[in-house]
């Protein structure tokens, strides 16, 4: 924990009684005017912070962001050791690339509280106002290239795990990259990758959930707050980064094979008439979705038989949603 962070958690424990500059700067071992510093760089943050140095501090309010400061006390899993971001960034993919290649550790994460550049697949754009959850995690597996094909999808089931313990409900997965709530996409995932042939040097996983609605966000979009009220964008970051690095170890084990059976029954997909281009576009394969195999495969039964695509885009015959 920073300093700034010992600040706000002096400050939250104080509520509404509030706390006095000088307390603070005891209890601390830092002068009072370091405090108010850091009182200043919360207030620069969003934190409503009424008072001043000599009458004491009251926190009245804070902010809708994912901020590290709050993110920080809610995380407990030992895989993640660094926890860096803050208000607004252009993507936190990029950062995080930027932290790998400069050879920070496993377990690295990057947040950010809204994104002005935030990236889909295959150059789309993600849409990332402020009340969303943005966030990167560095991880650097053991394993080869072609074994991390299907981490995009157990990175969905670590995203769906954490809305259903949130209390969400109707969450479901769709190949190969999207977490649906109540019938639209609530989050998306984007790995990326750094290899040398088929040894991996670095994985950027970075995963953005709506969780309330601001001002641009999407209509045709779900928002985790619209069924669970009290989500906030840390407490999504924090559950999601808890069920990720279970996930994660899972996946080091065994690789896809001891998750395909949950995807498929998460899947919005199944037993639904599909149509699957493959990331250059091209129609891959159209007809029944029959299941997802241990490889993170989507196995659609054509005219011409059982055809497994392994990357691409997916949209249901027949409907509007794709
Ligand atoms: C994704 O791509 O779904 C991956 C999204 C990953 C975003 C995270 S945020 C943290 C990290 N930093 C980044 O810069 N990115 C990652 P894809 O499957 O290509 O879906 C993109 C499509 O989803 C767009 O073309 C839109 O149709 C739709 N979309 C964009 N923003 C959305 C939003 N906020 N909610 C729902 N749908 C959205």
Known sequence: MSRRDDVLAALKAAGEAGVSGEALARELAVSRVAVSKHVCALRDLGYRIEGEPGRGYVLLGVPDLLLPGELRPLVDSQLWTRLEGGPETGSTNDDCKLLAREGADEGTVVVAGRQTAGRGRLGRMWESPGGGAYLSALLRPGLSLGELAPLPLAVGIAIARALDALGAGDVGLKWPNDVWLSGSKVAGVLIEISAESDRVEWVVAGIGVNV???????????????????????????????????????????????????????????????????????????????????????????????????????????????
């Open 212 to 322: 309330l609605r601001d001002e641009g966000a999407r209509e045709d979009a779900a928002y985790v707050r619209d069924v669970v009220g009290e989500a906030t964008p840390a407490s999504v970051a924090a559950a999601v980064l808890g069920e990720l690095a279970e996930v994660y170890a899972q996946f080091q084990l065994e690789g896809f094979r001891g998750l395909a059976r949950e995807y498929g029954s998460r899947s919005v997909l199944a037993d639904r008439e599909v149509k699957v281009c493959d990331v250059g576009g091209r129609v891959r394969a159209t007809g029944h979705a029959s299941g997802i195999d241990d490889l993170g495969r989507l196995v659609v039964e054509t005219s011409r038989g059982s055809v497994a695509v392994a990357a691409g885009d997916v949209t249901l015959v027949g409907s509007s949603l794709d």
